[in-house]
């Protein structure tokens, strides 16, 4: 039972790491806009790369977390 608890805190830490990465990533990228405003669509591909990776991790993590619950159960 403690490792199903291990797994569901993997999975519910690889979600919230990834919002806040999210979340501090996008509002730098506004701050970048609003300073260089002709440099907004280099900002915005950068950006989208980037969340498409912290995305990318959050599902890995989640992933993991899930298969370490079902299979241990």
Do not use: D, H, N, W
Request: charged share 10%; aromatic share 2%.
């Amino acid at each position: 039972m403690g490792l199903v608890a291990i797994g569901a805190g993997m999975a519910a830490l690889a979600c919230i790491g990834a919002g806040l990465g999210l979340g501090i990533a996008t509002g730098k990228a506004v701050e970048s806009i609003a300073r260089q405003p002709e440099a907004s669509g280099k900002i915005q591909t950068v950006l989208l790369l980037g969340g498409a990776l912290a995305e990318a991790t959050a599902v890995y993590g989640l992933v993991v977390g899930i298969l370490i619950i079902f299979m241990l159960k």
